[in-house]
């Protein structure tokens, strides 16, 4: 099964699809790069990455014009504002139905945020996802926030809707939970997903998944329990997992069952690496219960030109098996922003910083009279807006302690910036 669906989900889990699979690939890499199935529970230490901005450049096969098309992009960034470290993804997608922006933000520390394979780049101390609203700006969707115990080891994350009802925005609502247990070894031993039932108001368990290890202190297993109309819990899947000789995952087999027990599907991933322990591939194969073998599904290729921060791939192909042969799907190509391999950008010119109460900015010229600046806290909402032609210098009158979100936007351009505000 492809695993670069996480914004989707994050979206879908809203109630809202807004993207096709091509945004996925960002935090793909996270999963497959920096940290492959890393469950033990450790305290956070100190950060060691320094801070970066990617520019990626999406692309989907056309059959019309037997070539690749560029149907989007995405910048990538990490930073530390007073103290505290910020991933940044943000991006857009052209479609049929138009072009679609969105940006996903994650506060807290490094470790938080990349550590633990399983909780992905959700695991700041918050993540907010923002989505553009047809014919408007972008506007707060999600909210995960994590609890952790004093040694930083991750408790709980809590999923936030952003409510609106008859028009009135009514904020971040709380939509679903998942509890994480560990073992006597801090390793992660079950997982409980809850949501909010709409007709009790309460919430109601969903699943519960259970984690075993190998004698090495690999996880090996996985076993996903679902309730059944009765609600009773069955075994719903199961996923058994085989590593190489350097600790790295070789195989990951998943099985589905339904409540009966009964097999209903099986699929198989291989993964190749390179000597620097980076993923070159991934083959997913799909059962075909007629014939009784597995057959081909889709295959994802990574190629490291440079090397990037975490290991991301300068450039990944993706390509399905179809009438016998692989057809080539999407792709991506990763790089320095700036660079010749994707294109140029001009948000480093524009700067933006506090003088107690007043914002001030800079290299704005390019900027069109229609220019719409919007500063948001960090539950996505606008503490201060201004349309028109862009100031050096904005009053923003009494303003609260803590950290912001900039976004400046016309026809043509869009750049966002965090600042710390004290007044």
Known sequence: MRKNLTIICLLMFSGLFLYGQQDGNILQNLRNF??????VAEPAAATTQDPFNLCQS???????????????????????VNG???????GEVSSEEGVQKFK???????????????LLAENGDSTIVFAEIPGGDLAPLLKIYNTFDQGRIVLSEQYFDFSILFGIPLGF?????TEYRYNDENRLSNKLTNSLDFFTGEMAIVDSTVFRYNGLGQRGEEKVFNLDENGVFYLAEKTLITF???????TESEFMYDPDG?????TKASYTYDNQKRQTGIITETFDYGTGAFVFDSKTSNEFAKELPLSFPTRQLFQIYFENKWVNSDMSITDFCGTSQVNPTEKTAFKAWMTGNKLQISGFEGFSEQTHLNLMDLNGRSVFVSRGKL?????????TSGLYILEVRDQNTSVSKKLFIQP
């Open 34 to 39: 920096h940290k492959v199935h890393k469950f």
């Open 58 to 80: 999406l692309y989907e096969w056309d059959d019309a014009i037997t070539n690749f098309k560029k149907v989007g992009t995405n910048e990538i960034s990490y930073e530390i």
């Open 84 to 90: 505290q470290d910020i991933f940044t993804v943000e």
């Open 104 to 118: 996903v933000i994650s506060y807290g520390g490094f470790n938080d945020v990349f550590a633990n394979e399983d």
């Open 173 to 177: 609502l709380l939509a679903g939970t």
């Open 244 to 250: 190489n000789a350097d600790g790295l995952e070789e």
């Open 262 to 266: 009964v097999e209903t599907n099986k």
């Open 391 to 399: 100031k050096s210098k904005y009053d923003l009158g009494l303003i």
